[in-house]
């Protein structure tokens, strides 16, 4: 890993800490697999319905997901243990002297950007964070569109178990933008039909549980999508309609311009 940039160094380390901590299978969201990782000899498995083959050797897709899907579980995980004794929140006098402290290694001209890293991954070490901000880019590398939807609507969830959780995507997939629009949606009608008769819900509950788990689903005000513009370089925030992301946006406008090309060339085809 010489020479790449030092948060890789940080997302393996979380990697090693997060498997360390498995105990037996897990299940994996995508394809109805499992994943275990061998201690004694350090080898990650994926584990499917009659086969079983070293993550290092299956396809680029699932090299790419499962570090993600487990790192992000990891992280997630230890807000859940907010009834522990043990963790008390800072004093003010902490939290200033903390701050002096990080600064300090920031504006220190005398250490290297690799000490300045391992300086403040010792100094946050000591403390248990109260929120989990994740940060993924371009998470639909390699994967059907299908998965991605899997995989969305698991950093969904994991965003979901706290309240100051935030979860920041970067992406180039017209997939995730539609498959966000499922999870605002879904909100909106399960509030509707918690009011509802036990009865007349149930079915409707257990329909839209198949296409977007509780567990992921998202107010749309809890919801923004800023799109860049390739050509000039700005940021803007979309807009949206009664709560649900504008799908007027530059990656549906693409696979537009793709079906209005193929149009174009079925107009030469008849003139042949």
Do not use: C
Not at 120 to 135: G, R, V
């Amino acid at each position: 890993m010489k020479g790449l940039p030092s948060t890789l160094y940080t997302f393996s380390d979380e990697f090693i800490n997060a498997i360390g901590e498995l105990k037996g299978q897990i299940e994996l969201p995508i394809n109805k697999v499992k994943f275990e990782y061998q201690k004694l000899n350090k080898l990650s498995w994926i584990i499917g319905e009659g086969y079983k083959v070293k993550l290092s050797e299956a396809s680029s897709g699932f090299q790419s997901f499962v570090p993600l899907y487990i790192v992000s579980s990891f992280l997630a995980g230890p807000l859940i243990k907010k009834d522990d004794n043990t963790v008390k929140d800072i004093s003010i006098d902490e939290e200033k002297r903390i701050r002096k402290e990080i600064e300090q290694i920031l504006s220190n001209p005398n250490i290297s950007d690799d000490v300045k890293q391992a300086s403040l991954e010792f100094l946050s070490a000591k403390f248990t964070y109260s929120s989990f901000i994740n940060i993924v880019e371009e998470p639909e590398q390699n994967l059907f569109p299908g998965s991605q939807r899997q995989l969305l609507n698991s950093l969904m969830e994991f965003n979901n178990r706290d309240k100051n959780n935030k979860l920041i995507i970067t992406t180039h997939s017209p997939y995730l933008i539609n498959y966000l629009t499922l999870t605002v949606k879904a909100e909106y009608l399960f509030n509707k039909l918690t009011n509802l008769p036990d009865k007349k819900k149930g079915p409707s509950l257990a329909k839209m549980n198949k296409i977007v788990p509780h567990k992921s689903m998202v107010p749309s005000i809890d919801v923004a999508i800023y799109e860049l513009n390739e050509q000039t370089g700005n940021i803007t925030l979309l807009e949206n309609y009664d709560g649900l992301p504008s799908d007027e946006n530059q990656l549906n406008e693409r696979l537009g311009e793709s079906n209005e090309l193929f149009a174009n060339l079925l107009e030469i085809q008849q003139v042949i």
